[in-house]
Each structure stands twice: as structure tokens, then as C-alpha cells.
């Protein structure tokens, strides 16, 4: 039997060591409570770990994770994070930070069979259907490839402002503001979409639950 688990375990040790070291108290104080200021909805790729892309400590975001990085309206799992994320700690801004190269991806991209997986999926498909036109249209399989990680993460952003407990928090005040990132795994450096949004403006009225 492997015993390679046991690596994360001495990782643990030499952690904390070298945590102690450096900062005596900081088990005590991160002990307290977490105020993190930041909701991080990213995918589960084990390359694409939120604190450490963006050299934040324990404490600091809020994570939530999904193959894709999808906001899917019937996943309670998702529903109940963003609410204990927007409603009691009260974070400030929600990031959906998608992948290049991200296998959920590029699994819907093509016509593959992949069993229960299929189910999920077919969320990451729909993205394609409504940008079929313009994804068909670029004939590099990799700039097309690397659109459609772009294009899923900004159509899970338009998710979440379609979610009645954001919207209720934005009637409120201007947060959380909803922002979309892409990382890409080749140099490490994240990509703003420049979506940034904390408004109902841009949804459909069939989605506005707050409109006046």
C-alpha cells in the first residue's frame, strides 16, 4: 500500500514550523474567527489554488470549487456558499476565476462520452450553444479552446447576478461586486475579463428581483 499521503502530513508539520517562525501568533489569531473579504468560486484543478496564486494567507478568501468553476442555480452546495459568503461574512467581492486549459472545458467541447460526468457537462455546453456563432468562427483549436474558457467564466458571473440574495444585498449597498478572472497555467498570471458588476443593469427583466 502507498504511503505517499504521509508527505502531506510531514508537509503539515514543516508548515506550521516555518509559519511559527516567521509569525509566532498566527495560529492563535487566525484561530479567532475569519473575516475574509473575498469568495473565491474557482474549479477544482488541483493546479489552481486560490491563496497561493495570489500570495493571500489562510484567512483571506473564501472557496468555493467546481469542475469549471460553474455557478449552476440547482447546486446547493454552490447556493449555500455565496449565502453564507454575501449574508454573514459579508465579503466584498466574488471572483469566478476560470482556467486556461481547464479539462471541464475542453471535455464540452467535444462529443466524448464521460458517463455521470456527463450531467454536469452539459451546463458548460449550454455556454457554447449561446456563443456558438462566434467560437465556430475561430478555426485555431486553441485560441477557440482558450475563448471558451473566457466566455464560461463570464457567463458565470451573469449567474450569480441572476441570484435573488445578491441582488437583495446590492438594493442594500454596492457589494459584493462580481468580478471574472482567467489563470493561465503557462506563466502563472491572471487575466481580468473586466466584467465587474454590482448591478442588475445588463440582466434581463425576467431576472430583476428588485426592480422598481
Not at 497561493?52 to 446547493?76: C, K, Y
Not at 449561446?130 to 471558451?148: A, N
Request: charged share 25%; aromatic share 10%.
Amino acid at each position: 500500500m502507498s504511503e505517499s499521503y504521509k508527505n502531506l502530513l510531514d508537509g503539515n508539520k514543516q508548515w506550521v514550523k516555518k509559519t511559527l517562525e516567521e509569525k509566532p501568533d498566527f495560529f492563535q489569531e487566525l484561530s479567532k474567527d475569519q473575516k475574509p473579504e473575498y469568495l473565491w468560486i474557482g474549479c477544482s484543478d488541483s493546479r489552481v489554488p486560490a491563496t497561493e496564486i495570489t500570495n493571500m494567507l489562510p484567512g483571506s478568501i473564501f472557496v468555493q470549487r467546481n469542475i469549471a468553476n460553474m455557478v449552476v442555480h440547482t447546486d446547493s452546495n454552490l447556493l449555500s456558499v455565496v449565502y453564507y459568503a454575501v449574508k454573514i461574512l459579508k465579503v466584498k467581492h466574488i471572483i469566478v476565476c476560470g482556467h486556461y486549459g481547464c479539462g471541464g472545458v475542453k471535455a464540452a467541447m467535444g462529443n466524448e462520452d464521460f458517463g455521470y460526468l456527463n450531467n454536469w457537462l452539459l451546463h458548460i455546453k449550454d455556454v457554447y450553444r449561446m456563443h456558438e456563432k462566434e467560437l465556430d468562427g475561430i478555426e485555431d483549436e486553441h485560441l477557440r479552446f482558450d475563448r471558451f474558457v473566457e466566455l464560461n467564466v463570464v457567463e458565470q458571473v451573469h449567474d450569480l447576478s441572476k441570484v435573488s440574495f445578491i441582488q437583495e444585498e446590492w438594493k442594500n449597498g454596492e457589494y459584493p461586486l462580481l468580478h471574472g478572472w482567467v489563470y493561465s497555467l503557462k506563466d502563472g498570471i491572471i487575466k481580468d475579463l473586466d466584467i465587474t458588476t454590482n448591478n442588475i443593469s445588463e440582466l434581463g427583466k425576467v431576472y430583476q428581483y428588485n426592480r422598481k
